[in-house]
């Protein structure tokens, strides 16, 4: 595998990791998923800057789930307007 990461730093790094419950690693993966999604979404919109933030989440829910779900879910919204 490639890494810029010298070994020793590597090897304390999976030991920090290792020392961690559940729970924290978890909690660390949740916070990490979030930043992504909010990065992608973020990157749609100065994309398209003209887009409301709605046109920006079903771009993003087609993007990461397909054309089908984004079309259920605008469905769905525009039936509840």
């Known amino acids: ?3 810029d990461t ?9 030991e920090l990791l290792r020392r961690k419950t559940p729970a924290e690693r978890l909690a660390m993966a949740r916070r990490l998923s979030d930043l992504v999604v909010r990065m992608s979404r973020q990157a749609i919109a100065r994309r398209h800057p003209d ?9 993003w829910i087609e993007m990461s789930y ?12 525009e039936a509840g307007s």
């Open 66 to 77: 397909g054309r089908e779900l984004a079309g259920q879910v605008r469905d769905y919204l």
């Open 6 to 14: 010298h070994p020793d730093a590597e090897r304390v790094q999976i």
């Open 51 to 59: 887009w409301t933030p709605q046109q920006v989440k079903l771009a």
């Open 1 to 3: 595998m490639l890494s």
